[in-house]
């Protein structure tokens, strides 16, 4: 009967510890933090080229996948536009995306040019309960020079889920000749997924007859925060039990 105690205890133990393990896990406000990229060269990071031929960057619980080039005038080496997952973010402003033109955005403009680049892809939450609440895209550099006109990035954004996707938001965020707009964000009801279509836009002319200028996007960020799906009851009550278990277990332990 010993025996069959010291197992009981041993069991309720190890089943109390899980049950802790698990009631810390669900506070946890900054989940795991990893970049994993499939069918690209680098380990954290994808070109566009890469991307749409069929790589993916999954960041923690997202993976950024299915993407297209819809249309391109306006980046003529898409080799060169480096993509990298974002892991730093925790929930808020949560994992994201970089992208590095290295000159491909920027153009000399010498007449009126108009030209602009559409692509797409798809955003899934993969494993914890962590559901996406809002987008964010902030311009971290660019150019504008002796020109009239602007230069932008639009985004808008679809559930998947659903068909024909219902449309639930739009970000712009760009540059002209009166100055920049270094960011924007949408909120949108917590999704598992998204479809989210980009167009990148130029459209410049030279301040005054015969100059040339410059205008272009060097880089951006897109982020997506997410908001934790609270834990159901019944799970709470499993590992309040098994706790509540090993302190009977404790209290009828023989001397």
Same mark, same amino acid.
């Given at each position: 009967?010993?025996?069959?105690?010291?197992? *009981?205890?041993?069991?309720?133990?190890?089943?109390?510890?899980l049950?802790?393990?698990?009631?810390m896990?669900?506070?946890?406000?900054?989940?795991?933090?990893?970049?994993?990229?499939?069918?690209?060269?680098?380990?954290?990071?994808?070109?566009?080229?890469e991307?749409?031929?069929?790589g993916?960057?999954?960041?923690?619980?997202?993976? =950024?996948?299915?993407?297209?080039?819809d249309f391109?005038?306006?980046?003529? &080496?898409?080799?060169?536009?480096v993509?990298?997952?974002?892991?730093d973010?925790?929930? &808020?402003?949560g994992?994201?995306?970089?992208?590095?033109?290295?000159?491909? *955005?920027?153009?000399?403009?010498?007449?009126?040019?108009?030209?602009?680049?559409?692509?797409?892809?798809?955003?899934?939450?993969?494993?914890?309960?962590? +559901?996406?609440? &809002?987008?964010?895209?902030?311009?971290?550099d660019?150019?504008?020079?002796?020109?009239?006109?602007?230069?932008?990035?639009?985004?808008?954004?679809?559930?998947?889920?659903?068909?024909?996707?219902?449309?639930?938001? &739009?970000?712009?965020?760009g540059?002209?000749?009166?100055?920049?707009?270094?960011?924007?964000?949408?909120? =949108?009801t917590?999704?598992?997924?998204?479809?989210v279509?980009?167009? *990148?836009l130029?459209?410049?002319?030279?301040?005054? *007859?015969?100059?040339?200028?410059s205008?272009?996007?060097?880089?951006?960020?897109?982020?997506?925060?997410?908001?934790?799906?609270?834990?159901?009851?019944?799970?709470?009550? +499993?590992?309040?039990?098994?706790?509540?278990?090993?302190g009977?277990?404790?209290?009828?332990?023989?001397?």
């Open positions: 009967m010993q025996g069959h105690n010291k197992t *009981l205890n041993h069991y309720l133990k190890r089943s109390a510890s049950a802790a393990a698990f009631i896990l669900s506070f946890t406000t900054g989940g795991y933090s990893s970049v994993i990229t499939i069918g690209c060269s680098e380990a954290e990071s994808c070109t566009l080229e991307l749409f031929a069929g993916s960057i999954t960041v923690n619980d997202k993976i =950024f996948e299915n993407w297209v080039l391109n005038t306006l980046v003529y &080496d898409f080799s060169q536009v993509v990298t997952g974002l892991n973010g925790g929930y &808020d402003p994992p994201g995306l970089r992208y590095e033109f290295n000159g491909n *955005l920027s153009i000399k403009v010498s007449h009126e040019i108009e030209l602009d680049t559409v692509f797409y892809y798809t955003v899934a939450t993969t494993e914890e309960p962590a +559901f996406i609440k &809002d987008a964010s895209l902030t311009l971290i660019y150019q504008f020079e002796n020109v009239f006109g602007g230069v932008g990035v639009n985004e808008f954004i679809s559930q998947c889920q659903l068909h024909p996707w219902p449309y639930i938001g &739009d970000l712009s965020i540059a002209n000749e009166e100055g920049a707009g270094f960011f924007d964000s949408v909120e =949108f917590r999704q598992p997924s998204l479809f279509s980009t167009e *990148l130029l459209y410049a002319y030279p301040t005054g *007859l015969g100059g040339i200028g205008a272009g996007i060097e880089s951006f960020e897109q982020r997506f925060s997410q908001t934790i799906i609270p834990v159901p009851p019944a799970l709470w009550l +499993f590992g309040s039990g098994l706790l509540g278990l090993v009977i277990a404790r209290r009828k332990k023989p001397s």
